[in-house]
């Protein structure tokens, strides 16, 4: 086995050790996994399937952890996903169970409203989508220390305070990195959607 070999292993059993420890952290309510996801989920039962699934994904990609931030915050970002994409699926449910209920039948009135609200909610995703590209590729450009600072704190909206414990840094940088990473957006949104810069 070759010294780059022993170091992968080495750092992937080191991961599955944290993942162990966050897990036995989480049974408690008051853990900081916990209050992390209550964000996106409030019921017990859920936020649990939520906590096993992402450490389910962590482990399985405990190999592809590359060091470029603490485990921790690399582990956050893997339940962040989690706990989006069973909202996502939460709602999507929720919308198909809706939908069977609406009545089929709607006034001609209602028809032309909706019709011209629907025009307009495609001009607005479009540019929205645009918005959301040029923030994407902003975002893509940063060292992953200030992604990771700036997703905490203003995409997952965590306090300074906690985004300086989860990622283990002052709160002084929290602030430094969410203000460098501000900056930098104005300054590419000036340059399309000037309204979106302030």
Sequence with gaps: MTDTEHLARD?????LLHITRIARESRSDSSKLKRFLRRYERSPGELDDIIQDALLEATRC??????????????????????????ARSAKRSSQVESLDATPYVADGETAQRASESVMDVSQCVSYRQLARVV??????????????????CLEEESYRDVAEIQSIPIGTVRSRVNRVRTLLRSKLQQGFA???S
């Design 136 to 153: 994407d590729d902003t975002l893509s450009t940063l060292s992953p220390d200030l992604r990771g600072t700036f997703h905490l704190a």
């Design 11 to 15: 750092r992937q059993q080191q991961v």
């Design 195 to 197: 309204d979106y810069a």
């Design 62 to 87: 405990s190999d592809r952890y590359m060091a470029k931030s603490s485990v921790e915050t690399w582990f956050f970002g893997i339940a962040a996903n989690v706990a989006r994409n069973h909202v």
